[in-house]
């Protein structure tokens, strides 16, 4: 990792200069960037373990919370957030029913003067196994859950003039169940945005699409100013432009992830994502077909967009 190499650089170059003021000002700068390279390895290691055998491809309905719902409580709850498990009926067939587990984790506003929530959520559940087959969910969407703990460890030092809300939410792929329960319990006039993530790892064309509602469009100015680092970045204004810049003609991105419930509710949503993958949905979409470095550029950016949203004053983007 990154971090491993940049410690390694910097003991050659520790003996070479025999303690000269280079080694002063080299240990200076990796002492400032030491927080950010172990996010990074964390976030590595979110990815690994969310899509290791053991939690067996995440699948959504079970009575009590499974490995993946109780590996994010703990992490979220270990970083010093206000955490808790949202339980949730959802339907699987005619008559019968499922029990699903958000977890959700709370940073609150830390400013004198606060304003409506921002909730970013990202689905953890996958396909599970079929017989001896273990759909790992690498990208779909172990990546954006991966991204959401990544955010918490950056998030909860920064200043903030809105609450925030990280929703990690089950059952996504058997109809964004989660995320619908979620949405239909909270009073959308507290809410100022939706952020959804799903899928960032990306693939050859090194393109991140955020997709968005007209009504998103004082925040999208904000992103639109942000630096971007080893990736494109596509913005699309309706379903209709996201399907034209992917070339997807049979997805209907509006209703594809999260999002949709929370737009459903009436809040303005940004959704990010790599748009098409090949992997989606099959055994194929694993740890090693991610690019571990454009995945992080992809979260650093994401982590630079909120925090530039939090530390705006009420109403600076109007
Ligand atoms: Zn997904």
Redesign the pocket.
Known sequence: MSFLNLTMTATVIKANCNGCKLWLRISTIILCCASPFAVSQQLFDDLATLTSPAHAGRSAGSDEPNLSAQFLFARFTQLGLQTEYQRFSFKTGFTSEATGHNVVAKLPCNTPRCGKAIVVSA?YDHLGTKGSKIYAGAN??ASGTAALLALAQQLKTAKRYYPIILLATDA?EKGLHGAKHYASKINSTEYALNINL??LALNQKSTLYVMHSRTAKPYVEVLARLPVHDFKLKLASSPQRMRRLVGTERVDWLKA?DHYAFHKAGLPYLYFGMGEDKHHHSVKDTLEQIDFKKYQHVVNFINDFIVALLDCPLDCTS
């Open positions: 689905h779909d969407n996504e799903d899928m992830s």
